[in-house]
């Protein structure tokens, strides 16, 4: 009974923040459009805004996926993935989400959707090559913890509004010049960012950060780290795989690009090193008070 209304506590209070971003997005929109066109167009600016919000609600999961380069895998390419989730969400009274994975070597995770029937999990490469079944059932059931605290509404919506925002720096890796910068590299690290895109991101990156804080809150990985133990079972195993992930994020750092910077808050971890504008973007709370508590939620004494 306490854990319902938990639940419907930190539900509504994401849905107030996601609110809050929404109206402050549309307030921007309609004070550009009164500055261009007066009242005809802070109504254009209005519908524009309200179509942004609909499309990033029916689109958000997608783009995030896309930013990472997921690709969704069957049960044959990934049998102990898919039974570990499915037991999982069986635990969790969930429905089994969508599974993807991403060819990032870093080893990180998140879930997008808009609820739990249209929930998908996304593991990269690295965390499936780096943690063993126990830290990586840690990880699923953190995941799975977000899906059923419906922290991934707001996260997700936000995930594309920022992406959308952040647009035009995306556009600017096709100027010439910049038609190498792949997204592969862009997920190993090794594509930094060109000229015409520092600058667009300095003007577009706290906009688009903006929206993220003020829609997603710091304390949810810690509700999502403490469910997720429960869930799986073993807070221990999810402290060392935050360990893992802490250090793999911190050697294999992304390149923070637009789209990339966009939906870095989903992860488990922050997949940029904290400097620069990437600090705006940082909703993760500190991996050693993360472990912390998960090691005194395991018995540890310190």
Do not use: W
């Not at 402050?24 to 309200?50: E, H, K, P």
């Not at 919506?157 to 600017?172: C, D, G, K, Q, W």
């Not at 079972?233 to 923070?256: Q, S, V």
């Amino acid at each position: 009974m306490r854990g319902d209304r938990r639940r419907a506590g930190a539900l509504a209070g994401a849905a107030a923040r996601l609110a809050g971003a929404v109206v402050l997005l549309a307030a921007g929109f309609t004070a550009i459009g009164v500055a261009v066109a007066g009242g005809l167009g802070a109504v254009v600016a209005v519908l524009a805004a309200g179509a942004l919000v609909a499309a990033a609600y029916v689109y958000g999961d997608r783009m995030a996926l896309s930013a990472m380069a997921a690709r969704p895998v069957s049960e044959v390419e990934h049998p102990d993935l898919y039974r570990m989730v499915r037991e999982l969400s069986k635990a969790g009274r969930l429905p089994v989400p969508r599974l993807y994975v991403s060819p990032a070597g870093q080893p990180n995770s998140f879930a997008v959707g808009t609820g739990p029937r249209s929930a998908a999990i996304c593991c990269t490469d690295g965390l499936l090559a780096e943690l063993d079944e126990a830290e990586l059932r840690g990880v699923l059931g953190h995941e799975l913890a977000h899906v059923s605290g419906r922290d991934i509404l707001a996260s997700t919506v936000a995930a594309a509004l920022a992406t959308v925002i952040t647009f035009p720096a995306s556009l600017a890796r096709l100027l010439p010049g910049r038609a190498g910068a792949g997204r592969a590299s862009a997920l190993d690290g090794s594509s930094g960012l060109g000229l015409s895109e520092s600058l667009l991101m300095l003007v577009l990156g706290p906009i688009a950060a903006l929206v993220i804080r003020l829609s997603v809150s710091g304390t949810r990985e810690y509700r999502a780290d403490a469910a997720g133990a429960q869930l799986a079972g073993d807070p221990a195993a999810l402290a060392r795989a935050l360990r893992t992930i802490d250090a793999g994020t911190e050697e294999l750092a992304l390149a923070p690009d637009g789209r990339l910077t966009s939906v870095g808050h989903l992860m488990i971890a922050c997949p940029f090193r904290p400097e620069g504008f990437t600090r705006l973007f940082l909703t993760q709370p500190p991996a050693g008070e993360r472990v912390r508590r998960l090691e005194a939620l395991a018995g540890y004494r310190r």
